[in-house]
């Protein structure tokens, strides 16, 4: 912005506060305020004395005058340091969110803190503790080094000979303040407590890659690794493409036995890994997960485009915070890395819940108790060795894009979990190894979801929470698969049935095409559920004509090709089985089979004869398509014999009269 540009700058009235324009989420704003007008420059100064951009005491009053004197109390600064010292002190953002603490503010904005919540009144009441029992000890030690010294040092000080006696006894009688054994847990914003314990927030807006890109250069480490976090349910819908490029990393190495491990870029070594968390969602066994790994990697290949088949891909883990699978794995490998570890991905892909699982809570060197404080900035760490002082980058100064990081502590507070999107606002930084490293959870990508089209109280049942065992659905010529009124799947082929198997927590319903159509498009009450809200039947739209075009003959005959029944070749059969995977964005994925007759296949054009769906969505997004992973054959239910009964009982009727005729002709 000019110096011209910046002096014809004026705020219209449909222009948000300053202060409530997170900087986080704005990288431009400090540059905005550099240049802009004198009276808008005061204020964004007057706002920032608290600590955070929020309105000053000055503007329209929130509170009410009982809630003030709270906050006078908890957080007004004095220019009298001794007087500062003994006000107790809320940590500088929240540890569940990473939103800057706010000593003003409304309930629904991340980072206020109630000064009248029990939380922070026993936190509050714990740090003058801490700082009294601290004065307490210093005064022990006085007393034991005089008691020590003898009769003749305590007559030059002036005390009397009752002063040994009684230093002893009150040694005895009162309980010494243990330190190493009292967990000062930071208390949480009520954003996070209404989270946790209401299940209810506001939503927040969230940043861009470009933010991300921001936040990451002003690392205070040389040696940074990024987790590409990406979700099992909608795999691999929350990919981020050319995320090396848009976030200035090194490129992903190539398949080329002389590609270089290690490239240093404006200082810094930067990698990157995949992680797919919730990997539970995909098998109900560990092992059959982990040999989904080669589907799973071409598929990441298909999403990376062109360049996926001449990269390497052995970085990629899949992982359940939930069941505990491969997580070990990942936290040894944070803690032999060190440096910093950033957690990137899109919203409610599971960042916070998989921070919390591969977070190496292990002892600290030196001589650290379970929740001593030590200094907060990163000491020089290795990315292997930490002595080496390269981990430190020469500009070691962070930035304004990057909070400070949390007490270095052996159990410090995780970020909060919790299935509302968007739950993380700004970076948490928690350090581990007595600053060996860093572990960064960052906000979330924007991702697209279906929960603007959904009533308010079933958004919750967007998200798929665990494995759902579908029902096979058998879709006729003529006939739509309907899902909770949002999604409708629609067959194009004639004299062809597909069999539909929902992997999404939304309900499923088979009905004819007609009234499928009049139930989407709400034009017509009926008693099949939906979560819609009203008007959007008019926003919905054609997403696209999906072929069902991969062959899944030889994983769905059955006993034909099964080398201990009949064992029969696939060229052999005279049917071909289609399938395919419908990704709904967010929710799951449907998983699709169609079975076509071989005769004159060979002549035909494959338009003709490979099955096709329409499929209508909310203006015709959140849909996508991926080679079929067959999690029904993973996962289905057992078929037993007779219904699950055991052999039935003989009848015993005639059976006495037959043995009394076999025993009269032996008497005979």
């Known amino acids: ?136 000890a210093e005064s022990k030690t006085f007393d034991r080094v005089i008691c020590r010294a003898g009769d003749a040092l305590q007559r030059q000080l002036g005390l009397g000979k009752s002063f040994a006696t009684d230093t002893v006894r009150q040694v005895t009688e009162e309980s010494n303040y243990d330190t190493k054994n009292n967990l000062r847990l930071l208390p949480t914003c009520n954003r996070c407590h209404r989270l946790v314990h209401h ?38 819908l929350s990919f981020v493409p050319l995320l090396q490029r848009r976030l200035d990393l ?39 997960v982990d040999a989904l790994m080669p589907y799973l990697l071409q598929v990441l290949r298909d999403a990376l485009g062109p ?43 599971g960042k916070s819940n998989l921070f919390e699982s591969v ?10 108790g379970p929740n001593t404080e030590s200094d907060s900035k990163p000491k020089a760490t290795s990315y292997k060795d930490v002595t080496n002082p390269r981990s430190r980058s020469d500009n070691a100064d962070e930035g304004p894009l990057l909070p400070p990081s949390q007490p270095l502590q052996q159990f410090p507070t995780m970020p909060t979990v919790s299935y509302f999107p968007g739950t993380t606002a700004s970076p948490i930084r928690i350090p581990f190894g007595n600053g060996k490293g860093e572990l960064i959870d960052l906000p979330g990508l924007p991702r697209g979801s ?16 665990q494995r759902v065992k579908p029902e096979q659905l058998v879709i006729k010529p003529g006939q739509s698969l309907l899902i909770s009124g949002l999604v409708r799947i629609t067959p194009t082929t004639p004299d062809v049935t597909v069999m539909a198997y929902p992997f999404v927590p939304l309900a499923s319903h088979v009905t004819s095409t007609d009234k499928a159509i009049a139930i989407s498009t709400q034009t017509q009450p009926s008693g099949v559920p939906t979560i819609a809200k009203p008007g959007v039947g008019q ?24 080398a201990a029944a009949a064992g029969l070749s696939v060229k052999v059969l005279p049917f071909v089985v289609f399938s395919t995977d419908i990704l709904l964005e967010g929710c799951g994925w449907v998983e699709l089979i169609a079975q076509v007759r071989k005769r004159g296949m060979e002549s035909m054009d494959p338009s003709t004869f490979i099955p096709a769906v329409d499929i209508w969505s909310p203006n015709g997004d959140y849909i996508a398509e991926r080679r079929p992973m067959n999690g029904w054959l993973l996962g289905r239910p057992k078929v037993v014999s007779g219904k699950g009964r055991t052999r039935p009982r003989r009848s015993m009727k005639g059976v006495k009269k037959a043995m009394k005729i076999e025993n009269g002709r032996l008497l005979n």
């Not at 940590?91 to 000593?103: E, F, K, N, V, Y």
């Not at 279906?450 to 929470?465: A, F, I, K, T, W």
Request: aromatic fraction near 8%; include cysteine.
């Open 1 to 136: 912005m000019s110096a011209r540009a910046s002096k014809r700058f004026t705020l219209s009235s449909t222009t948000p506060p300053i202060w409530q324009i997170p900087s986080i989420h704005c990288p431009l704003l400090e540059f905005f305020l550099a240049n802009a007008p004198t009276p808008y420059r005061s204020l964004f100064h007057t706002a920032t004395l608290y600590g955070t951009n929020v309105p000053p005491a000055t503007q329209t009053p929130i509170l009410n005058q009982r809630t003030r004197d709270q906050h006078a109390t908890l957080f007004s600064e004095t220019r009298n340091p001794a007087a500062a010292l003994s006000l107790p002190k809320l940590p500088q953002s929240c540890p569940g969110c990473g939103a800057p603490t706010l000593g003003l503010g409304t309930e629904e904005q991340a980072g206020y803190y109630n000064p009248g919540r029990k939380s922070v009144k026993d936190f509050a009441a714990e740090a003058g503790r801490a700082r009294g029992n601290a004065s307490l």
């Open 199 to 236: 299940n209810s927030a506001s939503s927040i807006a969230n940043p861009t890659i470009q933010s991300i890109q921001q936040i990451i250069s002003e690392s205070p480490f040389s040696y940074n690794h990024i987790y590409h976090v990406l979700d099992a349910a909608d795999f691999p």
């Open 250 to 288: 090194m490129p992903q190495r190539s398949r080329n036995r002389r590609a270089k491990t290690h490239i240093f870029h404006q200082g810094r070594c930067t990698e990157v890994s995949f992680i797919i968390t919730r990997s539970d969602l995909l098998a109900p066994k560990k092992e059959q």
């Open 307 to 349: 360049s996926g088949k001449d990269i390497r891909l052995g970085n990629v883990r899949c992982v359940s915070a939930k069941r505990g699978w491969w997580t070990k794995q990942v936290k040894d490998e944070i803690w032999n890395r060190g440096g910093g570890g950033w957690m990137v991905g899109k919203v409610n892909v």
């Open 359 to 368: 977070f190496p809570k292990r002892a600290q060197e030196g001589d650290l």
């Open 450 to 465: 279906l929960d603007n089209y959904v009533v308010e109280s079933h958004r919750s049942d967007l998200v798929m929470r």
């Open 539 to 562: 926003k919905l739209a054609l997403a696209g004509s999906f072929k069902i075009q991969w062959d899944v003959t030889k994983r769905r005959a059955g006993p034909l090709t099964s």
